[in-house]
Every structure is written in structure tokens, then in C-alpha cells.
């Protein structure tokens, strides 16, 4: 994505103009947005602005259609090796900041350093980013403004009242909105929402040995896993060859994994690096806030809050992490 000097400046489309924007985005690929299936917000399919649900944040992320949970890395039947050459192109529309900016997490990881991830790269260069600012938090779990976020997007939409104001980020977007030739909407800038749930510091290189207070999370943890299938920046997997009896077919798959599982650290031999919650559940946020910032200079947590929304004890490492800050005041 070659990005432009962030601006305020925009333009303007209105609300009962939105199939113009649509149509133009089609042409960038399959669109991808929120969509209600009756249970859960989604990114989904979609053909018209209308099926769109534009309130809440999906509950699952759109790493899927970059990093899906399930990846071909090559088959061979004995006498060659295929590998995927085609990938799709997808608009992701509606995308939060959050999810934007844990998109630039990825890219980090996969992109901008040697060797570069061959899937990732096809997919990642088959997405169009169409952001849609949160005018307020969605829920009390969102602590966005607490990340350090960045305009990271190629269209981002704002919402005012029957009209969105709309900014390009990159030349791809400012390519889709000349298409359109819509009105200059002179400067509209909003602030990061700020609700309920703040992180007090990210500095927590200092509570390494506070396990006290770690083990208050961790005693709740059940290892399900569920917090890095939701998050949007998690993404540590498993490569496993799945081989036909006769040896003469199979495939190499690259896997979601996670952190949180016991086995995740199991070496031949039968040690297990990270063997206690407690040890996996602090590895987990130190990734976040100390590991990988450490190495790519930024955060790799983006403040969306499905970690502890989605967690079937729902626990609050941010509580946690404020406390042990308190304590050192
Ligand atoms: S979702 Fe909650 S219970 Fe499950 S592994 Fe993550 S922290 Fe533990
Ligand atoms: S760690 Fe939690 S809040 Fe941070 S990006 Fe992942 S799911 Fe969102």
C-alpha cells in the first residue's frame, strides 16, 4: 500500500449514494463487510450497503481472508510440488482502526522483513482496506485510544448523519475516489474514542515477577484458546504434513495455533518451554506489549478488546496490568 501524508481533508458522498462507492469498489474485488447472520457480526459477503450491519464490531476478525486458518503451503504426488499461484482479491469495507492497524501488525511480521510469507503476500496484495471510523467506543471492552493507532487504510468513511465524510489513505485509494468525482468536503478530523477501559501503561517489562497479581489471571485461564483465534494480531501457526498411507500424495498445511495451548512449546524429547497458565498467559501480553515492539517498534496489540470480550471468564489482563501500575505508584 503506498500511503499518502495523512490529511484531514475529504469528500463527501451521501448515504443514499453508497451503491456509486460500491460499484467502484467492485472493481478491486469480492466485498467482504459486517454482515448479522442472526447469531454473530461478521465480515461477510455482501453485495448492497444495506445488508451491512455498521454498529458493533464483528466478532470474529477478517484475518481469514489474509490468514486463513487453514493454508495449503504445497502438495506433491510423488513426482512434483504445486504451490497456490492464484489468490483472491477481496475489499475489506467497514474495517474499524483496530482492525486496520492490526493489518499493518501483520504486515510487519510477514512482509517487511526476509523471507517475506509467499500466502500472506498473495492475499495481503488482493486487499482493498475501507475503513469506517467509531464516532464512540463500540462496548466497554474497547481501549483503543490506549494503542497508539495509525491512519492505516485506503478509504476511511465518516459518519455524519446522511452523508460520510471520506479521506484516502494511499494512492490506491485516492485512484478509487476520483472515479467517483465527488465533492471536496473541506477538513473533518475525530478524536480516538475513548470509553470505560484504558490501559494505565504499557510499560509492564516491570511486573515480569508480580506474579501474584498475574495468577489472578491466569487461575481463571482454561487454555481454550479463544482469545488468539479472536485476535485480530495473533498469528502463530503450525505447519503439519498430511501424507497418504502409500507415502505417494499429500499436502503441507500451515495451521492456526496458539500460545495459550500447553503444546504449543512441546519439543521432541517431551519438554514443554511454557508448562504452567501462569507462564502462558503472561507470555501472551508480554508478546504484545514488550516482544514485539521490542523487535518492529510497534504495539502489537491494537485495542479491540475481543480478548477479553470473547473469553468464557471474561479476564481483564488490562484490570490486571493497571493494578500491578497502582501498586508501583
Ligand atoms: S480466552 Fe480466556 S480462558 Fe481462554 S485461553 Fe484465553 S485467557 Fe484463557
Ligand atoms: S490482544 Fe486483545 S485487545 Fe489486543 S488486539 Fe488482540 S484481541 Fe484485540
Redesign the pocket.
Known sequence: MNRLQHSSDGLALGKDQMHRLLDALKEYGELIGPVHDGQWLRMQTFSKYEELCLKGISWFTSKEYFFPQRQVLFQFDGHSLTRQEEFPKRVLFGLRL?DLN?IAVNDKLFLEQEPQHREYKGYREGLTLVGLWCDEVQDKYC?CSS?ELEHFYDICLYDRGDYYHIKAGSEKGQEILEKLQLLPNGPYEKEFPTGEMKLSTKDIAKFFDKNQVWQKGAKECLSCGD?TT?????MCFDVQDEVEVDLTKGFRIQKWDSCMYKDFTLVAGGHVYRNTRLNRFKH?IYH?LVYFPQKFERY?????????RGCPTKIDWIGLVNEMEGETQ
Do not use: N, S, Y
Open positions: 483496530c492490526a481501549f494503542m482469545c479472536l485476535c485480530p494480531t495473533c501472551r504484545k502489537m496489540c491494537t485495542g479491540c478488546g475481543r480478548c477479553i
